[in-house]
């Protein structure tokens, strides 16, 4: 496609649920990569792909959290038992190999009651 | 450890005033700097970046920025905001020519008064 795109746009949880958060990035971009900003803070990363390598999870808070990605295609981020401090909203951005310009999505707005 | 720190958490111009939002990095090495900005409920865009070369760097609408190696700095600056400018500015740095993610800092919400 043209951009980015993410899906759910919003998504309303309740504690304890899991939730699933999808991205379709650019095609032909190799690198997928997940933040989440939360209110008043800045870009928090949290995992990253870069074509068939195995993935950076180096962001992710806690191993509730996970993201599994299909080729150089679609990127699933699961959250598990949600909390209320998952509350925030989830970007995705892509870019090509050698390119240093992210691409993002207009995020998925989660907030868990 | 890598961080980005914008001083600035919101800056408050009236249009036609000038503009200069801090930017300072921790890295230890050679760099790629960016500003993104994120305009009422629409998503992140590129504002500008800068690799190598010239430190000073001109990105869309007017948007500059300074990289002062010596400083660890890489300030934005605009001549003469306008209300159109009112959005979030956020700094990010990634190392040159590494794989892996860009590091961005808390932001800096600017807010224009017509």
């Known amino acids: 496609g043209a951009g980015v795109s993410q899906s759910p746009s919003n998504k309303v949880t309740e504690k304890g649920k899991d939730v699933e958060l999808r991205c379709d990035p650019i095609?032909?971009?190799?690198?997928l990569y997940w933040y989440r900003q939360r209110l008043g803070q800045g870009l928090e990363f949290l995992i990253y792909?870069?074509?068939?390598?195995?993935?950076?999870k180096s962001g992710l808070p806690s191993d509730r959290f996970s993201a599994e990605r299909t080729g150089e295609s679609v990127s699933t981020l699961t959250i598990q038992r949600t909390q209320q401090e998952d509350s925030a909203v989830y970007l995705c951005?892509?870019?090509?190999?050698?390119?240093?310009?992210?691409?993002f999505g207009s995020g998925t707005r989660l907030t868990v009651v | 450890a890598q961080s980005v720190s914008q001083h600035n958490h919101h800056v408050i111009l009236s249009e036609a005033a000038s503009l200069e939002l801090g930017c300072n990095y921790s890295y230890g090495g050679t760099v790629n700097l960016f500003w993104y900005v994120q305009y009422p409920g629409q998503h992140l865009q590129l504002l500008l970046k800068y690799f190598s070369g010239d430190p000073l760097v001109k990105g869309i609408k007017g948007f500059e920025a300074e990289f002062i190696k010596s400083k660890f700095s890489f300030n934005l600056r605009k001549p003469s905001v306008q209300w159109s400018d009112t959005a979030e500015y956020f700094c990010a740095v990634k190392g040159a020519g590494s794989q892996g993610n860009l590091i961005f800092g808390k932001g800096t919400k600017l807010s224009v008064k017509p």
């Open positions: 792909f870069q074509g068939n390598s195995a993935p950076d």
């Open positions: 095609s032909g971009h190799t690198a």
């Open positions: 951005a892509s870019s090509r190999e050698g390119s240093y310009g992210y691409t």
